[in-house]
């Protein structure tokens, strides 16, 4: 295995790892855009309605993490967002997709009742019904914040929480995906 290096959706440069045949050539284009799928936080998914999103973590709490930051990326820039201002999230569910839209949806709602706006997600805890976070961001200042898509809530359509792995040679990476549409 070589590494290369990738920038990643915050602008860091961060390790990409990928097979190589004897020639030194990619194996696979699928092998390779999947990791390369791992490496990056999310993307957004276009649908008729609504707006949604694919988020990706070396494990679930990261995975978890990324999806709170693409939604807030989706509402708003936040390169001019700070995070001085921290708040304790704690959420249960059934089971891991049942708690991920209750994660998001508790964002959700702590960001329209303390107008606030949310930029970085520290996860201390989660199992397979419960979370527990630091989310970070600052108030809204209308002068300085504009907002850019208004979320109402996350939703169970096409909601997935699934373990993928990538194959390279000689080795296997797990990573995780997670998907959630939300209503706006």
């Known amino acids: 295995m070589s590494a290369d290096l990738a920038a990643s959706d915050s602008g860091e440069e961060s390790p990409l790892r990928y097979a190589q045949n004897d020639v030194g050539e990619l194996c696979g284009s699928f092998w390779y855009n999947r990791v390369l799928e791992m490496a990056k936080?999310?993307?957004?998914?276009?649908?008729?309605?609504?707006?949604?999103?694919?988020?990706?973590?070396?494990?679930?709490?990261?995975?978890?993490?990324?999806?709170?930051?693409a939604?807030?990326?989706?509402?708003?820039?936040?390169?001019?967002?700070?995070?001085?201002?921290?708040?304790?999230?704690?959420?249960?569910?059934?089971?891991?997709?049942?708690?991920?839209?209750?994660?998001?949806?508790?964002?959700?709602?702590?960001?329209?009742?303390?107008?606030?706006?949310?930029?970085?997600?520290?996860?201390?805890e989660l199992d397979e019904t419960r979370l527990r976070a630091s989310c970070c961001g600052e108030k809204i200042d209308p002068a300085r914040h504009k907002m850019k898509v208004g979320v109402k809530a996350a939703t169970y359509h096409?909601?997935?929480?699934?373990?993928?792995?990538?194959?390279?040679?000689?080795e296997s990476e797990?990573?995780?995906?997670?998907?959630v549409l939300f209503d706006i």
Do not use: P
């Not at 309605?49 to 990261?62: F, N, R």
């Not at 797990?174 to 998907?179: A, H, K, S």
């Open 71 to 124: 939604l807030f990326s989706l509402m708003i820039d936040l390169k001019g967002v700070g995070d001085a201002n921290c708040y304790d999230v704690e959420v249960t569910a059934e089971d891991r997709a049942e708690l991920l839209v209750a994660w998001l949806n508790e964002l959700i709602y702590l960001s329209e009742v303390e107008n606030v706006l949310f930029k970085r997600f520290e996860i201390g």
């Open 174 to 179: 797990r990573g995780f995906r997670v998907q």
């Open 41 to 69: 936080r999310f993307e957004v998914i276009d649908h008729t309605a609504d707006i949604g999103i694919a988020a990706y973590g070396a494990d679930l709490k990261e995975a978890f993490a990324n999806a709170a930051y």
């Open 158 to 170: 096409m909601l997935q929480v699934k373990e993928e792995c990538v194959e390279g040679v000689g």
